[in-house]
């Protein structure tokens, strides 16, 4: 391989003998998204097809009149089933422009298959020496399950159900081999092993059936024609192959550097926003970084990162300016706490035990004038989750079991899966639901919020609520609960491991910095506006991808 390919300097000279509008637009489906595994599948497709290197008429064709001996040997050898017939070298072609001195033969004629035993064991693949080449996958080193068999020589191994369905790997030398989901496939000598990897790993080439547990259709794809150079193209291809993988490698690590650097430094840039203590440093850090937006905002990635510092900065006070002619967060927490106390007398809701103290700790920022901390315990009437069981469903039933995978975006999703329940089996659930009503999911899919909007639902166990109380506004609850901050609050708080469970001890003690009321409207509407134009500018750059790999699709599909 040449000394100048090196994963520092990538470079278009190794495509040479690609068609002139590759060449020409590299850099461009190199770097557009999913570029490089195109490149990767067009590559080995102009490989098989006769195009990657040149070909030379004094070389010996493949001379398919072997195919029957070799076959009767393999059978002798034990290495391919005596129920396996010898095969007919008369081949008829569907290739009209093979190239020159390529041959077209049956692939059941060039790979033989053998299938492992019936009878287990577990244990490890092994060979002395084994082989990875691209593109197939490693098996090495990883538990499967074995069949009472052992081969000696080269062989492609097959996986033929599962999610690796149709990926194949190159054994050597002495090994055990898979049973009944891999299959083994003992080699001619008219194909090398390495072009064979070319052949069987090229996209497209294996007929696959099944939906969540596919399998390779082998009667079927070993029906189909392939087609072989001469031994020596066989191995200049393989040698042009591996130079451009490498060239890809190269490409797709600096691609992948410069995504992971990219997010570096948007965060960086970014968290100097979050920690600003005043409105005056934000305004003065945000100058500074808003004449780098064309660099930082490239991306929709970079757009979502945006959107969430915009919600801290929102809930921090640092996004609307204070008007001292506001009523004060501590007078409305006084009035909340007098309209709790009518309702207690009339019975309509139970009195909260004490709230603890707020600690230094659970205060992570200064607050703005006017703003007060609070547990969200003392903005709520109610507080609770869903049903802890299963309902009663019916298939008729005008109500729907609702969990937190119904909720985002402010409202309840009734999905064509989502179960139902009669209205009997709704009145021995029901939840004091009302207009004051916020749904948050608690369970997998933390934090989702949907506000009561008189759906005809039952909740379950994943999904909590509460009513809040005229001191704290829906849309700026929102706001709380889409914010980071709640987040990395509720996955702390949390129990389980594989699945987040975030209780209502938890819920009622969060610790929220409320403002004024007429502050958090103004909050509400300075987030929406930003958001909106973050939506758009994600639109835009989403739509610009959209033609950049529409564009790459057809300077691809060209050769």
Not at 10 to 29: E, G, M, T
Not at 159 to 177: D, E, I, P, Q, T
Request: negative net charge.
């Amino acid at each position: 391989m040449s000394a100048e390919l090196t994963a520092q300097e990538p470079s278009a000279k190794y495509l040479v003998n690609l068609q002139p509008p590759l060449v020409r637009h590299f850099d461009l489906i190199a770097h557009a998204p999913g570029g490089v595994a195109r490149l990767r599948e067009l590559i080995l497709t102009l490989a098989v097809q006769g195009k990657l290197v040149p070909q030379d008429p004094k070389e010996t064709p493949v001379d398919i009149s072997v195919i029957p001996a070799a076959i009767n040997r393999l059978i002798g050898e034990g290495k391919v089933p005596r129920s396996r017939t010898s095969a007919d070298a008369e081949q008829e072609t569907s290739f009209d422009d093979l190239p020159n001195g390529w041959v077209a033969v049956i692939a059941s004629n060039v790979f033989v298959p053998r299938s492992g035993n019936s009878k287990l064991i577990k244990g490890k693949l092994f060979s002395e020496p084994a082989e990875h080449l691209y593109p197939g996958y490693s098996a090495s080193g990883q538990d499967v399950w074995l069949s009472h068999f052992e081969y000696e020589g080269t062989a492609v191994i097959l996986s033929a159900v599962g999610a690796r369905c149709g990926k194949a790997f190159l054994a050597k030398g002495k090994w055990s081999a898979v049973a009944n989901t891999h299959i083994i496939w003992p080699l001619l000598d008219l194909v090398l092993p390495e072009y064979s990897m070319l052949l069987l790993n090229n996209e497209g080439y294996w007929i696959r059936s099944g939906g969540a547990q596919p399998f390779v259709k082998v009667t079927e794809t070993l029906q189909q024609q392939v087609v072989l150079p001469p031994i020596a193209e066989q191995s200049r291809i393989v040698t042009r192959v591996g130079e451009l993988m490498q060239l890809c490698d190269a490409l797709e690590a600096s691609g992948q550097l410069e995504a992971q650097q990219h997010a570096q430094l948007v965060n960086t840039l970014l968290g100097t926003l979050t920690r600003s203590e005043t409105p005056e440093a934000l305004a003065d850090n945000w100058q500074r970084i808003a004449t780098h937006f064309d660099v930082l905002l490239d991306r929709p990635e970079a757009v979502d990162a945006l959107k969430k510092t915009i919600l801290q900065l929102a809930v921090r006070g640092l996004l609307v300016p204070q008007d001292p002619t506001d009523e004060p967060a501590s007078a409305l927490l006084q009035k909340i706490r007098t309209e709790k106390d009518h309702l207690i007398a009339q019975g309509k809701i139970k009195r909260d035990k004490p709230l603890p103290p707020i600690t230094d700790e659970e205060k992570p920022f200064e607050l703005p004038q006017g703003w007060e901390w609070v547990r969200l315990r003392g903005l709520v009437t109610h507080l609770g989750d869903g049903l802890h069981g299963t309902p009663n469903y019916s298939p008729i039933g005008e109500y729907y079991f609702v969990n937190g995978n119904n909720l985002g975006e402010g409202v309840v999703t009734i999905k064509p899966e989502t179960k139902r329940v009669d209205q009997s089996e709704f009145e021995k659930h029901r939840k004091p639901l009302d207009s004051t009503t916020v749904l948050v999911s608690i369970n997998g899919t933390l934090g989702r919020v949907a506000f009561y909007q008189n759906e005809k639902i039952i909740l379950g166990k994943s999904a909590c609520y509460f009513n809040v109380t005229p001191g704290l506004q829906k849309l700026f609850a929102k706001l709380l609960l889409e914010c980071p901050d709640f987040m990395t609050y509720a996955i702390t708080s949390s129990t389980g491991t594989t699945i987040k469970n975030l209780g209502l001890k938890a819920i009622g003690d969060w610790t929220i910095a409320l403002p004024p009321l007429a502050e958090q409207s103004r909050i509400v509407t300075r987030v929406n506006d930003l958001r909106s134009l973050c939506d758009n500018l994600r639109q835009s750059l989403l739509a610009s991808q959209t033609v950049q790999s529409h564009l790459v699709d057809a300077l691809v599909t060209s050769n």
